[in-house]
């Protein structure tokens, strides 16, 4: 296992237009997350998973954005009529729950969107 | 709500200085500190953190100290090297499951 991925790695849109980012976490992990992250800015929680449950949302995360993780394997993060505002990195981390639990996130490298 | 206030950048220093990157928090109870580190052209990753009052984390000559008295967690290297040359990010981790982040810290050694 070579830890999180995410795809693609760049995609850019015109506004309006739907995209939509995959991330396949580490196979044993339970936990899965998803953050925004600015230029210049921390990132930002968006959601999270347990398996294929989704446990929180965050206010930021609008009527345009939708994730799933099916299977409580890959998840996927849609966001519907993109915005100039959503053009962002959005990244997806994921971790192990349990009685090993360290609280450690692992992270991806990060899907760039640019919303022209 | 849950906040982190880190020090900005960006932070200069030749190699072999002595670092410090300044980190607060705002939570509610007792919240786990972690520092990660994002080198360039990769993902986050942990460098080290401390889950109770006075727990020292330590990894790869970085240190920082959960101190609650002054709500920081602060992070310092005494001898900084080129590798070390990326953008560093104070978080913590409070009764949700999920962590907060700093703004990041970009740190830029010089032989």
């Known amino acids: 296992d070579t830890g999180v991925s995410q795809d693609p790695r760049h995609k850019i849109t015109k506004r309006g237009q739907n995209v939509t980012f995959r991330c396949d976490p580490i196979?044993?992990?339970?936990?899965l997350y998803w953050y925004r992250q600015t230029l210049g800015q921390g990132p930002e929680f968006l959601t999270y998973f347990q398996n294929e449950a989704q446990l929180e949302k965050s206010r930021l995360l609008s009527d345009r954005f939708s994730a799933e993780r099916p299977k409580g394997s890959f998840s996927t993060l849609e966001i519907q009529r993109t915005e100039q505002g959503d053009s962002a990195m959005y990244l997806c981390?994921?971790?192990?729950?349990?009685?090993?639990?360290?609280?450690?996130?692992?992270f991806g490298e990060g899907s760039r969107l640019t919303v022209l | 709500g849950n906040s982190v206030t880190q020090m900005e950048g960006p932070v200069t220093l030749s190699e072999e200085a002595f670092l410090t990157i300044n980190c607060t928090y705002t939570?509610?109870?007792?919240?786990?500190l972690f520092w990660y580190v994002q080198y360039p052209g990769e993902g986050l990753q942990l460098l080290l953190k401390?889950?109770?009052?006075?727990d020292k984390g330590s990894n790869k000559g970085f240190e920082a100290t959960y101190r609650k008295e002054t709500t920081s967690f602060h992070l310092e290297k005494g001898s900084v090297q080129v590798s070390d040359s990326a953008v560093y990010f104070c978080?913590?981790?409070?009764?949700?499951?999920?962590?907060?982040f700093g703004k990041g810290t970009k740190l830029t050694v010089n032989p």
């Open positions: 978080a913590l981790r409070g009764g949700s499951e999920k962590l907060v």
């Open positions: 196979s044993e992990h339970n936990r």
């Open positions: 939570a509610t109870g007792y919240p786990s």
């Open positions: 981390a994921s971790s192990q729950f349990g009685t090993t639990n360290t609280g450690e996130l692992f």
């Open positions: 401390a889950t109770k009052a006075d």
